[in-house]
């Protein structure tokens, strides 16, 4: 079976359910950032957003990036801090604007 893993295919994932994933930060960043302090990050693959938000809420610049547009809705939705951009994007072939 050969799926292609486009937009498509990923906003017709998120939209079939109503949560794709727990709505909690992942471990690995939460110990990973530990002791930091805030400053910018890119999320790749941020589907809605949980790790993205929680790094925002904590003082972080978040560039949060998704191919689904759906995911990206529910993202913008659940933020309340100001300090994310949302943006869609195909990661295979999207680059980062210089900082």
Same mark, same amino acid.
């Given at each position: 079976?050969?799926?292609?893993?486009?937009?498509?295919?990923?906003?017709?994932?998120?939209?079939?359910?109503?949560? =794709?994933?727990? %709505?909690?930060?992942?471990?690995?960043?939460?110990?990973?950032?530990?002791? *930091?302090?805030? +400053? @910018? #990050?890119? $999320?790749?693959?941020?589907?809605?957003?949980?790790?993205?938000?929680?790094? =925002?809420?904590? %003082?972080?610049?978040?560039?949060?990036?998704?191919?689904?547009?759906?995911? *990206?809705?529910? +993202? @913008? #939705?659940? $933020?309340?801090?100001?300090?994310?951009?949302?943006?869609?994007?195909?990661?295979?072939?999207?680059?980062?604007?210089?900082?």
């Amino acid at each position: 079976m050969n799926v292609k893993l486009d937009a498509t295919f990923w906003d017709e994932a998120y939209r079939s359910r109503n949560a =794709a994933w727990s %709505g909690e930060p992942n471990d690995r960043i939460v110990n990973g950032v530990e002791g *930091l302090q805030p +400053g @910018r #990050a890119l $999320d790749v693959g941020c589907g809605d957003g949980a790790d993205a938000i929680w790094l =925002a809420e904590r %003082g972080w610049q978040v560039t949060a990036t998704d191919i689904s547009s759906i995911a *990206l809705e529910r +993202g @913008r #939705a659940n $933020d309340r801090t100001g300090h994310i951009e949302w943006l869609q994007a195909d990661i295979l072939v999207w680059e980062p604007p210089p900082s």
